[in-house]
C-alpha cells in the first residue's frame, strides 16, 4: 500500500510524551496557581463566527486569521482569548458576578510568517479580572503577585515584573504637544533597547518634533534607578498634565500594594520605556523578563484596560488581565536547557509478573492505584529482561517483580531502579509503604 | 458605536463558571484514572494537513470535516483522537518504548447536522495501548478496568460495560459463506434495538441469505443469559470456523481477566450484539451504558484493531483503546439532572476587609494560599452589604471579615456561609485549621 508521510504542520508543536509531562506539569502549575486566587475556568470554543471575532481586528492580525466557510458561514479560529472572553461576558453579563475573575488556558492560532521558536497554534494561559462599571487599582497589584507565584514555582528567582503606566506616556505627549503623534512616538520609542537613543532621537526628529519636546521624552524614558527613585524623579518633572498625574498616582499605588503582596523588590521594577499594545492599555502595563535570558523577550505580560467589550455591548467593563505564552515559553525554556524533561512515565511503580497465573499481580495493581499510587502492571509475554528494558527506558522509579518463587511465599521483591536495592516483602504487607 | 452581537456558534458547547467548573472536575477525574493506570499524556495539533488526516477518511467523514486552505496549504481540523495517534507513532517509532500506553484529552470537529444535543466541537478523551508487532490480549481486559474505575469516581453504579469480539461475528459470516455480505448484514443487525427481530430478518431475506443462514445469524445474537452462559453456549453452537474459535477463545479469556481486574459481575456483560465501526475493529470490542439512561447510547466505547498506521508506516502496530465522549455525556447527564453544577467558587474562602490598610488582610491572603487554601480577597471599594452579596452568590464557603475593631485586636472574624456562624480568632493563630 502507499504511505503518506507522517508529518506534523511547521509552526505546530507536537512533543514526545517525556517533553508532554514536563508540559502538562507547567501548565499545571499555571492552573493551580490561578485557582489558588479564586479564579474561575471558562472554556470558549476555538472556532468562531468570524463576524463576532473580527469585530474589533484590523490590519495585520486579520491577516494572520485562520478564516475558512463551512457550508456558507464565515468562521474564524480565535487567535486570542481576550476576544472570546469579551464576547463572553457581554453575552452573559446578567449570569455572571462582577468582579468577575476567569482563567482560560487554551490553543489559539495565528498565521505568523514561519520562524524558528514562533508558533502559529500555541497555548495561551489568561487571567482577568472585569469590573462592572469600576474596578479598582488594587486589583492591578494582585496580577503581579499571581506572575510571582507562577514563576517562583517554575523554580526561577531572578526574574523582573517590569510595570508602567500608560497615562504617564499619554499625559506627556499631551504635555508636549505631540498628542496626536503619540502612536507613532511609541513606535519609535519601542525600539531604544534594539536600535539604541541616537538613532530614536533621529526617528523622532524626522516627525518635525521641536528639540524641547524631544529632550523632555527622552528624558522622561531615561529615568533611572529604583522603582522609588524613578517614581521621585517623575514627581520632579512637574509636569502639570492631569492624565500625567492619575497615572503617576496609579503607579504610585500600584507599586505600593505590589509590595502588599509580597513581591520581593528584586522582583519588580518601574519601567518607563513599556508601552505594550497601542491602542488597547489605558492604566498598568507590565511585562515579565527573566534577567538571565533577556533574549526571551516578555514572557508574562499584559495591563489594564478601560473597556473589555465595547464591540458588544454598552456596559462599561473595565478590566486587567495578563496571559503567559506557554508554548513558545516551554520552547525557549528547553532550548536554553533551562528545564530538562527528565520524567519519562507518569508511572510510580512498573509491576512485573514472572508467574503463569496473574491474579495475584493485577490484585496488587488494583490495590495500589485504590491508595493513589500511579500503577503499571506489564501485561505482555516477554522475557523478564525485556520487562526490565522497559522499565529502564521510561525511568519508572520503582519495579515489583512476581515469580513463581515469590508467589508460593506469599511475598513480592521490590527493586529501586535507581539504586539497584531489592528487597522481599510480604504480599499482604503495606507494600505501599515500602514504595 | 454599532454593537456585534456576542453570540456564539450552534453546537459549540461554551458553558458558564459554575458548569465549567463541573465539567472541569469530570474531565480530571479522567485524566487522574489515566495517569493512575501509567498513560501518558500527548497532545497533538487540532489542525493538521489534510493528505495526512484524510490518509483513510472516505464518505461520511469526509464530509463533516472543518477542512480549508491557508496560503496554498490544504488543513483540516481533526475529527477523532484516534488518526493524530497513528501519525504520531508512525512518525516518533524509535522515540516510543512499547508497548506504548498513551491518553489525550482534546476538542475534535465534525460538522454533523445540527441536532439537540449534537456537538460540533466536543472534547474525546482517549486511551490506548499500542504493541510493537504484538499486544497481549490482557490489555484488553484492562481497558475495561479503567472504564470502571472512572465511572465509579462519577459516583455511578449501574453502569454495563458491553463486551463482544468481532472475529466471532466475522468467524460466523465465514461459515455460512456470508462473508463477503459481512458489512451490509451487520449493518442490519445493529438496527434490531430499533426496529426489532422480524425486520431484521425481512431485510436479511431481502438480501437472498438462506433461510438456514438467517437462522444461524438469528440464534447467534439471541444468545441469552449471563456471560458465563453466553460463553457455553457460544461453545454449543460447535462452529468449527477457525476465526469463530479464536473469537470464542479471545471472548472467554478477556472476560477471565476482567475478573481479576476487579470488576464487579454487574458491571459487565457479554453482548453479541456489538460491532462498533465496520472496517476498523479486529477483536475485542466495547460499549459502555448507564442502565438506567439508556437513551444517552454507549458513554465509553472501543475496541481492539489489528493495525494502527497502515496509511503511515509498514510497521504492524496492534491495539486497544476506548473513548470517552465528554461534552456529550456531560450534557447529558446535566440534562437529566444527573449531575449538579453547585459550586460556583474555586475559592475556599473569600477575604473581606473593612479597613484603610490593606496590610493585614492582603498579608492574611498570602498566607492562607501558601498553604494550599484557595484565597479571594475583596479588593473593590464597595459596602459591606454588597461584598456579602458577592460572597453569597458565588457561594463561597467561608468569609473572613477584617474591620478596624478586629485589626485592633489583631483579631479576624471568621464567618461559616452556610451555618451563620461566626468566630472571632486571633490573626496570628493557626486559621487554616479554623477554615
Redesign the interface.
Known amino acids: 500500500?502507499a504511505?503518506?508521510?507522517?508529518?506534523?504542520?511547521a509552526g505546530?508543536?507536537?512533543?514526545?510524551?517525556n517533553e508532554?509531562?514536563l508540559?502538562?506539569q507547567m501548565k499545571q502549575i499555571i492552573e493551580n496557581t490561578y485557582?489558588?486566587?479564586?479564579?474561575?475556568?471558562?472554556?470558549?470554543?476555538?472556532?468562531?463566527?468570524s463576524?463576532?471575532l473580527l469585530?474589533k481586528a484590523g490590519g495585520e492580525t486579520e491577516k494572520q486569521i485562520?478564516r475558512?466557510?463551512?457550508?456558507d458561514?464565515d468562521?474564524s479560529?480565535r487567535f486570542d482569548l481576550t476576544v472570546p472572553l469579551?464576547?463572553?461576558v457581554?453575552?452573559?453579563y446578567g449570569?455572571?458576578?462582577f468582579?468577575f475573575?476567569?482563567y482560560q488556558i487554551g490553543?489559539v492560532?495565528r498565521?505568523e510568517r514561519m520562524q524558528k521558536g514562533r508558533f502559529?497554534?500555541f497555548y495561551q494561559c489568561d487571567i482577568d479580572i472585569i469590573?462592572d462599571e469600576?474596578?479598582?487599582l488594587?486589583?492591578d497589584a494582585?496580577l503581579p503577585?499571581v506572575i510571582y507565584?507562577i514563576f517562583k514555582e517554575f523554580g526561577f528567582d531572578n526574574f523582573t515584573i517590569r510595570i508602567n503606566n500608560r497615562k504617564l506616556l499619554n499625559g506627556l505627549f499631551s504635555e508636549i504637544g505631540q498628542k496626536d503623534n503619540a502612536t507613532e512616538i511609541l513606535r519609535i520609542i519601542d525600539k531604544i533597547d534594539k536600535i539604541g537613543k541616537e538613532a530614536v532621537i533621529e526617528e523622532l526628529k524626522k516627525m518635525e518634533i521641536s528639540k524641547d519636546a524631544i529632550e523632555k521624552i527622552i528624558s522622561f524614558i531615561e529615568i533611572a534607578g529604583t522603582s522609588d527613585e524613578k517614581l521621585q524623579k517623575l514627581e520632579e518633572l512637574q509636569i502639570q498634565n492631569d492624565e500625567f498625574k492619575l497615572g503617576l498616582y496609579e503607579l504610585n499605588e500600584v507599586v505600593k500594594?505590589m509590595r502588599?503582596?509580597?513581591i520581593p523588590e528584586h522582583n519588580f521594577n518601574v519601567d518607563l520605556t513599556i508601552a505594550r499594545g497601542l491602542d488597547y492599555y489605558t492604566g498598568t502595563v507590565y511585562e515579565t523578563f527573566l534577567n538571565d535570558y533577556r533574549e526571551l523577550g516578555s514572557v508574562c505580560s499584559g495591563g489594564r484596560y478601560e473597556n473589555l467589550?465595547?464591540?458588544?455591548?454598552?456596559k462599561k467593563l473595565p478590566g486587567v488581565g495578563v496571559s503567559i505564552g506557554l508554548t513558545r515559553l516551554f520552547y525557549k525554556l528547553n532550548e536554553l536547557n533551562l528545564i530538562k524533561a527528565n520524567k519519562?512515565?507518569?508511572?510510580d511503580v512498573?509491576i512485573i509478573p514472572m508467574c503463569e497465573d496473574?491474579?495475584k499481580p493485577?490484585?496488587l495493581a488494583?490495590k495500589l492505584?485504590s491508595e493513589?499510587?500511579?500503577?503499571?502492571?506489564y501485561?505482555?509475554?516477554k522475557k523478564l529482561k525485556a520487562k526490565f528494558k522497559?522499565a529502564d527506558?521510561?525511568e519508572i522509579p520503582k519495579v515489583i517483580i512476581i515469580g513463581e518463587d515469590e508467589l508460593k511465599e506469599n511475598k513480592v521483591k521490590i527493586k529501586n531502579m535507581k539504586t539497584g536495592e531489592e528487597e522481599l516483602v510480604d504480599f499482604d504487607e503495606k507494600i505501599h509503604i515500602k514504595l
Chains 1, 2 share one sequence.
Open positions: 500500500m504511505k503518506t508521510e507522517p508529518r506534523t504542520l505546530f508543536m507536537e512533543l514526545l510524551p508532554q509531562i508540559f502538562e485557582k489558588k486566587f479564586g479564579f474561575l475556568p471558562i472554556d470558549t470554543p476555538i472556532v468562531e463566527l463576524e463576532v469585530a485562520y475558512f466557510e463551512k457550508g458561514t468562521l479560529l469579551a464576547k463572553y457581554a453575552k452573559n449570569n455572571l458576578s468582579p475573575r476567569r490553543k492560532y498565521g502559529r497554534e469590573g469600576k474596578l479598582s488594587i486589583n494582585e503577585s507565584t500594594y502588599l503582596f509580597g467589550a465595547g464591540y458588544y455591548t454598552d519519562k512515565s507518569v508511572s512498573l496473574l491474579s493485577i490484585e488494583t492505584r493513589g499510587i500511579n500503577t503499571e502492571i501485561l505482555n509475554d522497559y527506558k521510561l
